[in-house]
């Protein structure tokens, strides 16, 4: 695309989001009609859907010599507290609804993704005291269950099971979240996730009778839990929010505090704060032998973090006070820092100090309180992801290319072998201690569901402990790695997945493109039973790792964010241009899909090339670029995205802020939007206004819809069944307009 299209297409819509000369809403002047152009793959039209009216305000604000119109902000308000934001989500759902039960092929393809699902399925196993803990799923259930095994080869039992919690009043859907046993396995620490929300509750399970303690930690949120022997942890919350506002509020004050087993939440020990930086986030750990808490502190989602251990005294936990002191190790925040083990007065971390890369280093400790940094494993070309000290050996993860791979190297870091797979795909895993005579990693891809293998560390043996038994071939399906050139002529890779015969025929196929592309984030292949669903259709799957994301260390990152964040935009267009110019997407049959900021990049390219895709999924997207830092978290973001509150970010977030940059009488695809009520991290608010926005104008006949899923949040915790039911839905509008047929 020539540079002067691009910049008409990014240029700033002067006005009330571009539609201010209308002056209400009139729904029929812009219901859509019938895509004439589906009959070409003999799809039957369908009625269209009518859009609910939404009231306009007329609010206009100055900002930086501008005047903004927000006449949608009245859908800010939390659907819980808004009987009138209630409402339209009701209206706007029914709408979506009735459109979607008239896919040709959903309840066929609802039933093939549910038979995806229908294989048995564990988690990586973790041992304390001599006991295995993991989870399985026998196929269909909601959720997994968790087992306990005493022994690699005794008898699993179930622990606990989230399928039988009820849903009491004033809890929500309350689903199982992460789960940390005590060093000695007599104690299980778990959260508990409500309606899919960022906020946890802390709940104590003892191992040797699965009874639930009365223990009972509410308000925590991004938290770890560091257990410091049996007798209590360390983990992280923030204040009560105030009544109403759980879900919408900006967070501060977050505080890391000991809990001591079978006592109250009030009794609970303040450990570490920051009261003169209110808006940082902490996040704890504890060394395996229980010598040191490491207290790691970030202020945005910029790699960059400060270090404070805390020397524990365990024995006196018990019998006496402990002092929380905390010795700094990183202070400033320039640098990102993870913690990877301790032993003894020794600590391991990987961190991009000097090493955009990263690197591994020891900190030796002195009693004085002084230390020494030393290097033991320096920056390669690719990324060093992850690592972990178990038995006498470091094991290494890498990031090549958006792949994963693993080294593992003695404790000087001394290579002594690597483990790789002869496909492309991601190994992760490798939890364990120092003195542990294994670990466990598993391997997927887009056509592999997890595969778990045991690996001893004294001889370096890979044995399987859980494969899969699947419903489908993994060999019927090719997957390729390829790369195309950006708009500035920067290659980028992308991930290919069809049906090999497809493949082999070079027919061009209905197509779904999947990006992300911030955060630092590296979007590796992972399977999915909805995705499968799309591919055992005959349709073709392509994942591009465009810029801003972190597969290929900072450089990449940084240049697509802040001012260079049209680069990601730039890659994810080429990506499609790509895909439709080799034939591989079908004309008219290229779909796109991105949750979170990835919704924000479908959205984006839409107002930039309408004309390039048939249809469009932005999912739980950040689409008001002008006010994401006004609500829970979203102020952590301002160094991806710029600051609202400063002229120079907030012109380039103007630009391309998705709600203030709908191009209307241009024709736009066929688009369903998705969100949640209960979504704490990127707002429904956003979904709200950008769909009003877009059922306001006038942009063509394909339809533009909102789906909001009850009881769910950003995406984590998720029962089975609604994941198979919004797979269903989005993929059936989907194919329907891009032509993929499904019966």
């Given at each position: ?37 589906a009959d070409r793959w003999g799809i039957t039209a369908l009625s269209a859907p009518h859009y609910p009216p939404t009231r306009r305000e007329a609010l206009i604000e100055r900002h930086f010599g501008e005047d903004l119109a927000d006449p949608y902000r009245w859908l800010e308000a939390d659907v819980r507290v808004s009987p009138e934001v209630a409402g339209w989500v009701a209206q706007q759902n029914a709408a979506s609804s009735a459109y979607l039960a008239q896919l040709p092929g959903r309840d066929a393809l609802r039933e093939k993704i549910r038979s995806l699902f229908a294989f048995e399925r564990f ?151 920051t009261p003169d930086h209110r808006d940082w986030n902490h996040r704890v750990s504890v060394s395996s032998d229980g010598r040191w808490a490491v207290i790691i502190s970030s202020a945005s989602t910029l790699p960059r973090r400060t270090v404070r251990i805390i020397p524990l005294a365990r024995s006196k936990l018990g019998s006496g006070p402990q002092d929380w002191t905390p010795l700094p190790i990183a202070p400033e925040m320039t640098d990102d820092w993870k913690f990877v083990e301790g032993d003894g007065d020794r600590l391991w971390f990987i961190t991009n100090a000097g090493a955009p890369h990263y ?385």
């Open positions: 695309m020539a540079r002067e299209e691009a910049e008409a297409l990014t240029a700033p819509v002067h006005g009330p989001v571009g539609y201010v000369a209308t002056p209400s809403v009139q729904p029929s002047a812009t219901q859509p009609s019938p895509d004439r152009a988690s990586l196993p973790r041992k304390a005291g001599g006991r295995y803990f993991y989870t399985r799923n026998s196929g269909l259930q909601n959720q997994a269950v968790l087992y306990v095994r005493d022994g690699l080869n005794g008898e699993g039992r179930a622990l606990l099971d989230p399928n039988a919690w009820t849903q009491e009043a004033g809890e929500g859907l309350r689903t199982l979240d992460a789960w940390v046993p005590s060093p000695g396995g007599h104690l299980l620490a778990l959260t508990q996730q409500r309606d899919g929300s960022d906020w946890r509750t802390i709940r104590l399970v003892d191992v040797a009778t699965g009874r639930m303690l009365a223990d009972r930690l509410d308000w925590a949120n991004d938290t770890a839990i560091g257990w410091i022997g049996d007798a209590g942890f360390l983990y992280a919350r923030y204040p009560e929010p105030p009544a109403g506002e759980a879900y919408s509020a900006p967070v501060f004050d977050k505080t890391i505090w000991f809990h001591r087993v079978g006592t109250p939440h009030s009794a609970d020990i303040k450990v570490f704060a690197r591994l280093v020891r900190v030796d400790l002195a009693r004085s309180g002084r230390f020494t940094v030393t290097d033991v494993v320096g920056e390669k070309p690719d990324t060093l992801d992850g690592g972990r000290i178990v038995g006498n050996r470091l094991i290494l993860s890498y990031l090549q290319r958006g792949a994963s791979y693993a080294v593992v190297t003695d404790l000087k870091g001394r290579a002594k072998r690597a483990i790789t797979v002869d496909a492309i795909g991601a190994a992760s895993g490798f939890g364990g201690r120092p003195g542990d005579p294994e670990t466990f990693y598993q391997f997927s891809s887009f056509n592999q569901p997890p595969s778990i293998f045991r690996l001893d560390m004294r001889t370096g043996a890979a044995t399987p402990f859980a494969v899969p038994q699947l419903p489908f071939r993994p060999d019927d399906y090719v997957v390729e790695q390829r790369s195309f050139p950006s708009r500035d002529g920067t290659r980028v890779p992308m991930y290919l997945v069809r049906k090999r015969s497809l493949a082999a025929s070079a027919t061009p196929a209905p197509t779904l493109l999947y990006g992300y592309g911030g955060f630092d984030v590296a979007l590796t292949p992972g399977y999915s039973a909805v995705r499968m669903a799309w591919l055992e259709a005959g349709g073709v799957f392509a994942l591009a790792n465009i810029r801003g994301g972190g597969e290929f260390g900072r450089a990449w990152y940084d240049a697509g964010r802040l001012a260079n964040k049209q680069n990601s935009f730039d890659d994810f267009i080429a990506a499609g241009e790509y895909l439709v110019n080799e034939g591989i997407a079908a004309k008219g049959g290229l779909a796109i899909q991105g949750g979170s900021n990835g919704g924000m990049l479908v959205a984006t390219v839409i107002n930039q090339r309408p004309d390039l895709f048939a249809a469009a999924n932005p999912d739980v997207g950040v689409m008001d670029m002008l006010r994401f830092d006004r609500f829970t978290s979203g102020r952590f973001w301002v160094d991806d995205y710029g600051s609202p509150a400063r002229e120079a970010d907030w012109r380039v977030l103007r630009a391309y802020s998705p709600y203030h940059n709908i191009r209307p009488r241009a024709q736009y695809p066929a688009i369903l939007v998705t969100t949640a009520d209960t979504d704490d991290r990127v707002v429904p608010a956003h979904s709200f206004k950008y769909v009003a926005a877009l059922q306001a104008a006038d942009l063509g006949p394909r339809p533009h819809l909102l789906r909001v899923e009850a009881q769910a949040g950003h995406g984590s915790g998720k029962p089975v069944d609604k994941v198979i039911a919004s797979g269903a839905d989005v993929l059936a509008f989907l194919a329907k307009w891009t032509g993929l047929s499904l019966e």
